[in-house]
T-cell receptor, first 113, second 118 residues
Framework: DADVTQTPRNRITKTGKRIMLECSQT?????MYWYRQDPGLGLRLIYY???????NKGEISDGYSVSRQAQAKFSLSLESAIPNQTALYFC????????????FGPGTRLTVL | GNSVTQMEGPVTLSEEAFLTINCTYT??????LFWYVQYPGEGLQLLLK?????DKGSNKGFEATYRKETTSFHLEKGSVQVSDSAVYFC?????????????????FGQGTILTVHP
């Protein structure tokens, strides 16, 4: 079984809809991250969390919110999706023992029409 | 703030050719440096890393040396294979000084698409 899983893997939605992307991990890591990937821009950090009670904004948090329901679960929500949020979204995990190495999920491809 | 700049792609090579993908960075403190690889349809996976100046990371025939004087971490491979076709990302993570906390946030370059033909 994969250590970091994301659901759904693909989603097509319409402008104005609320969308939730989910991430689960079995690595036992405390730290979890959400990134979006756009062609030519690499990965940009949306939100990150160091434990269940800790949530921090990344460089592009506007239009997004997150929830850390448990150590193993970290969800990303788009309250009202817009077309420029069409992207590939990745969840990642790490902890102090991983020396800043992050472990990535397979990604969710989101299309907003 | 921190930033990473990679050579623009895409890069197209024939099998067994030599590969270099340039990466330079700007950072405060003493970052760790990483190369991640993304194969088609998959998430990113760590290829190699270096945590201090002059360290050389290596894996699967790829190498990169942490050069603090030139703020670079260029990726090299002596003989590429078709299976090396992927997107390669250079990244750095922040480190604070003694007594500080590394938050482990990664800053990525824009990625370089590598295609290797038989």
């Amino acid at each position: 079984d994969a250590d970091v899983t994301q659901t759904p893997r693909n989603r097509i939605t319409k402008t104005g809809k609320r969308i939730m992307l989910e991430c689960s991990q079995t690595k036992g890591h405390d730290r979890m991250y959400w990134y979006r990937q756009d062609p030519g821009l690499g990965l940009r950090l949306i939100y990150y969390s160091f434990d269940v009670k800790d949530i921090n904004k990344g460089e592009i948090s506007d239009g997004y919110s997150v929830s850390r329901q448990a150590q193993a679960k970290f969800s990303l929500s788009l309250e009202s999706a817009i077309p420029n949020q069409t992207a590939l979204y990745f969840c990642a995990t790490s902890d102090l023992t991983s020396n800043n190495e992050q472990f990535f999920g397979p990604g969710t491809r989101l299309t907003v029409l | 703030g921190n930033s990473v700049t990679q050579m623009e792609g895409p890069v197209t090579l024939s099998e067994e050719a030599f590969l270099t993908i340039n990466c330079t960075y700007t950072a405060t403190g003493y970052p760790s440096l990483f190369w991640y690889v993304q194969y088609p349809g998959e998430g990113l996976q760590l290829l190699l890393k270096a945590t201090k100046a002059d360290d050389k990371g290596s894996n699967k025939g790829f190498e990169a040396t942490y050069r603090k004087e030139t703020t670079s971490f260029h990726l090299e491979k002596g003989s590429v294979q078709v299976s090396d076709s992927a997107v390669y990302f250079c990244a750095l993570s922040d480190h604070l000084g003694a007594g500080g906390t590394s938050y482990g946030k990664l800053t990525f370059g824009q990625g370089t698409i590598l295609t290797v033909h038989p």
